[in-house]
Nanobody
Framework: VQLQASGGGLVQPGGSLRLSCVAS????????AGWYRQGPKKQRELVAL???????NYADSVQGRFSISVDGAKNTVYLRMDNLKPEDTDVYYC?????????WGQGTLVTVSS
């Protein structure tokens, strides 16, 4: 299984972006989809996750501004990011895991700057 992330870029503070992560290859058994982020000299942190059962969790720092969704028919996970702040600048990674699967996408850089 390969995960292809896209949608990063440069945005001004207060702006929005939508990240996408498409899964391809073998059948995916993972029951959890999530987004992480990591900056220089920082640990990778979980930003948001969603289970096939519908449970959703967000990091406190993005609660109310970010929204995770999954389109099963397209094997795609999205991360909608609104009211972006400079401290959201990081490389964002998607991950699909559970039921013996654990796959990571390549990072996509999000830069929030005026």
């Amino acid at each position: 299984v390969q995960l292809q992330a896209s949608g990063g870029g440069l945005v001004q503070p207060g702006g929005s972006l939508r990240l996408s992560c498409v899964a391809s290859g073998a059948i995916l058994r993972a029951n959890v989809a999530g987004w992480y982020r990591q900056g220089p000299k920082k640990q990778r942190e979980l930003v948001a996750l969603k289970t096939t059962g519908g449970a959703i969790n967000y990091a406190d720092s993005v609660q109310g501004r970010f929204s995770i969704s999954v389109d099963g028919a397209k094997n795609t996970v999205y991360l909608r990011m609104d009211n972006l702040k400079p401290e959201d600048t990081d490389v964002y990674y998607c991950r699909r895991w559970g039921n013996g699967d654990d796959y990571w996408g390549q990072g996509t850089l999000v830069t929030v700057s005026s």
